[in-house]
């Protein structure tokens, strides 16, 4: 897939630019996606051994079936939203170990479709960093304020669908319910000062700085990263040593990161490519802004994730190719389509890395997953979207 889009993106490019442009610039645009999951693996390693983190999961386990939905989405947006998919992957050990298949298929869709959707608001999200690259008029804050209400709309719609698909029918025995594990209160203390001490050092870097979001990770997640470990493993290990091991396990855990390196690179190159041969000005007037334009980039961004398509190919796309002004919306409007759709494409996308890691905790294909677990819901949540960005559009509230 990755050799495909290389080769459409140069070809069409080539009817334009010149086609070492088209892989300069690509090559370019894919340096600061690599930079963020380089910094993300940084914070994955002191995640996976922080008792509070641990703590957590065995708290949302033992909630009652009436709460446990509300606790995994929760947990698993606020986790997913720092700590990215170290957030996904330590929840979804729950899932593996699951006998009831429903039970087992409700879970991992809660904590899918509710990690998802942090990608519309977190800075700590690759779909955050291609929407403000690509759209540069917008900043953090645009994406937060726009983006937040977007992720809750999300969620409460992946509720919604959780209780009207999974109903209790009449007759149906109810299982006695488990005794909930409350979070410490020390636990929830070193959660709210390891993640409020990140977002504050990272966000006042970028405005102290100007720099964009990843290369401030980029910087800040090792140190980060090392007193975090360093605090976790206690006086018993000195930071030398813990740092020393921190840095053997990113080491270790690089290789990992060839699939997503890939993945964007031609992804990139791809968006590249096809925005400088793109037919701007014969689609400019059949544009000419308008309530349908808002639901022809939701829903026509989804439908090329269901087939496989990353979305940062059509979002760099619309950015070169058809800007907000061409499209006739405001730019910050065009911003909120993108952000809301990101996380629900990926989540319908059966070659994305939400997916392929789920089909590894579930007995499932990456395809079923994908479209027969996720469409439902996507559709249902593009749906919200759109009419939620439409009525902001109307109402002037962005």
């Keep these: 897939m990755a050799a495909a889009m290389v080769t459409v993106g140069l070809s069409v490019g080539a009817t334009a630019v010149p086609v070492h442009e088209v892989l300069v610039a690509g090559l370019a645009k894919a340096q600061l996606f690599l930079v963020l999951f380089f910094a993300i693996t940084w914070l994955q390693a002191p995640a996976a051994d922080s008792p509070a983190l641990h703590a957590v999961r065995e708290t949302v386990v033992s909630q009652p079936p009436g709460r446990r939905f509300v606790y995994l989405a929760a947990s698993a947006h606020v986790l997913g939203a720092v700590l990215n998919v170290a957030g996904l992957v330590l929840l979804s050990s729950m899932v593996e170990r699951q006998k009831d298949p429903i039970l087992q298929r409700r879970m991992a869709a809660a904590l899918m479709q509710s990690y998802v959707v942090a990608s519309a608001w977190s800075p700590f999200f690759v779909g955050v960093v291609v929407v403000l690259v690509a759209l540069p008029e917008l900043d953090w804050a645009d994406a937060v304020t726009g983006g937040g209400p977007l992720a809750i709309l999300c969620i409460a719609c992946a509720w919604g669908y959780d209780r009207l698909r999974y109903r209790r029918r009449p007759g149906q025995s109810k299982a006695s319910p488990p005794v909930a594990v409350p979070l410490g209160g020390r636990h929830a203390l070193n959660l709210i000062c390891v993640f409020g001490s990140l977002v504050v050092i990272v966000i006042g870097a970028v405005e102290q700085t100007g720099l964009l979001l990843p290369v401030v990770l980029g910087f800040v997640a090792p140190p980060f990263a090392m007193i975090w470990m360093a605090l976790v493993e206690g006086p018993a290990v000195t930071p030398r040593r813990s740092a020393a091991k921190l840095i053997r396990t990113v080491i270790g855990r690089t290789a990992g990161l060839r699939s997503e390196a890939l993945a964007f690179t031609a992804s990139s190159i791809a968006g590249v490519g096809i925005a400088a041969g793109f037919p ?70 059966p070659v994305s890395g939400t997916t392929l890691m789920m089909s590894r905790f579930v007995p499932a294909s990456s395809y079923v997953i ?20 439409y009525a902001a559009w109307r109402m002037e509230l962005y």
């Design 280 to 349: 701007a000005d014969a689609l400019g007037d059949f544009a000419g802004g308008g309530g349908w334009i808002i639901a022809g980039l939701v829903f026509g961004v989804l439908a090329l994730g269901f087939v496989g398509l990353h979305p940062l190919v059509p979002v760099i796309i619309i950015a070169e190719a058809l800007p907000p002004d061409v499209l006739g919306l405001p730019v910050k409007i065009v911003g909120m389509c993108l952000l809301g759709v990101w996380g629900l494409t990926t989540l319908i996308s």
């Design 370 to 389: 994908a479209w027969r677990w996720n469409s439902p819901f996507a559709l249902l949540a593009a749906g919200a979207v759109t009419l939620f960005v």
